[in-house]
């Protein structure tokens, strides 16, 4: 059974940084691109980010130019890093890993799912 475990949530004041993690827990057969989402209650996920095994990445318009994602391939894990914060930023981010190689934006392609990391940010 494949699992993604996350780390790296936390409460943060505006304008700071978080870096999140996510492994995957075994290794596959291929090296899937990896994707990272979030949601807040009663909205729906939204994508943030995704990397494809080739290290071609894709962000949203919202956080394009703060925040990079990474991966070590060897470690089967990848790295979302979160700068200039804002308070909009608050949500549970969710790691997932996808169907194929690349850097998928639907949650669809998306075949396994961590248990989420709760990100707040404060004024």
């Known amino acids: 059974q494949v699992q993604l475990v996350e780390s790296g949530g936390g409460l943060v004041q505006a304008g700071g940084s978080l870096r999140l993690s996510c492994a995957i827990s075994?290794?596959?057969?291929?090296?899937?691109?990896m994707g990272w989402f979030r949601q807040v209650p009663g909205k729906e996920r939204e994508f943030v980010a995704a990397?494809?095994?080739?290290?071609?990445?894709t962000y949203a318009d919202s956080v394009k130019g703060r925040f990079t994602i990474s991966r070590d391939n060897a470690k089967n894990t990848a790295y979302p890093q979160m700068n200039s914060l804002k308070q909009e930023d608050t949500a549970k981010y969710y790691c997932?890993?996808?169907?194929?190689?690349?850097?998928?934006?639907?949650?669809?392609?998306?075949?396994?799912w961590g248990q989420g990391t709760q990100v707040t940010v404060s004024s």
């Open positions: 997932a890993a996808g169907r194929g190689f690349y850097a998928y934006v639907s949650p669809d392609d998306y075949n396994y």
């Open positions: 075994e290794r596959t057969f291929t090296i899937p691109g």
């Open positions: 990397i494809g095994s080739d290290g071609w990445t």
